[in-house]
């Protein structure tokens, strides 16, 4: 019993030495996040993704790029955007982008375990994109894929981040709360959407990494040729990912656990790519576009990692780039709590924090349906004896009035008088 309350203590331990190390990194990443989201304008982008070539593409990644980390995020909107005419490669190419060229993944990336992983991350999605592109056609065919699109259409349409008015110079949003207002809702509906797949993030890396050198020295074939590491990594980074259900920021921590015991640099590249899909997302592709071409698609993503995995390790390989000598033990990543810069920037990072949720709380209401946090004086509304309820979409206001006798447990805050602006 003592040896499992030890492993137990040390897993923990480990987990909240590894959430010092990057807190501040996951608060700035999802604040400049957030808003790019709020301020970028979106919708010229959304009416030119149609077609196959090379420019919707492009602009999918920009858009992507543009937008939240967060993998379930990334596949609502994808799918959006799929039933609104893009084509399935562009839909492929923003939900990479989405999940692979994002400020907080890299800059947890470079914390943890070096910049060379921010710059292959990056690079290697647009390696991706691009591989997936040139291939998308030998996996869907255009009948497979409008059969796709037409379940889409029909799949129940799922929610978008709230997004800013695109009238405003960029000088007006610094001042302006609307717009600041914005910015905290998309910075709050990006941690209730990560924050369980970053908290089991770092409890799988305390715990994993209490596994002793044998088992890393076995499962990665750490005496085998540099080739077959190489090759194996890329194969079984992906498999591990999948296992996981871990994914966006929150399987970060994880690889830099796989990283200390020994898994290539290949390996590390193909498990942060695997984040689109593990076990509860491909559930998701089944359920928005049927078996078929959820099973091509997520053919189509696990050959493009596990290729995009060696290529990138091959380029950094012959620039130099891979980290060489002794590897970072496992103490070496998860730190230490000390009075240093981390401290300072920890605590900037929990101002921040507090001060975005704030907003969200003095300007924002409960969406009874869905449960998201609403800007009331933006937010679609419906009165009901006597009270004022507040929808994140039309969607969910209609599922209000359908029978709003489901939702009668949900609390109603005394009406408060919303910013002077105006109702989407």
Known sequence: MTAVLGVLWHGVRDALLMAWEVWWALAFGFLISAIVQAWVPRERIERALSGDGVTPIAKATGLGAASSSCSYAAIAIAKSLFTKGASGSSALAFQFASTNLVWELGLVLWVLIGWQFTLAEYVGGIVMIALMAVLFRTFVSRRLEEQAREHAQEAETGHQHHMAGETMSWRQRLSSA?????????????????????????????????LGDGFFNGLFLTGSPHAVQVIWGAFIGPIIAVLSFVCSVGNVPLAAVLWSGGISFAGVMAFIFADLIIVPILIVYRKYYGNRYALRITALMFVTMVIAALIIDALFSGLGLIPSGPRPSRADIFGSVAFNYKLVLNVLGLVIFAALFALTARRGATDPVCGMTVDRGKAVTTQRDGHTYYFCSEHCQHAFKADPDQYRHVDVPPDRPPAAHAHH
Do not use: P, T
Request: charged residues 15%.
């Open 178 to 210: 609307s717009a600041w207002s914005d910015v905290a809702h998309n910075f709050r509906g990006d941690w209730l959407m990560l924050y369980k797949e970053i908290a089991i993030g770092f409890l799988l890396a305390g715990f994993v990494a209490q």
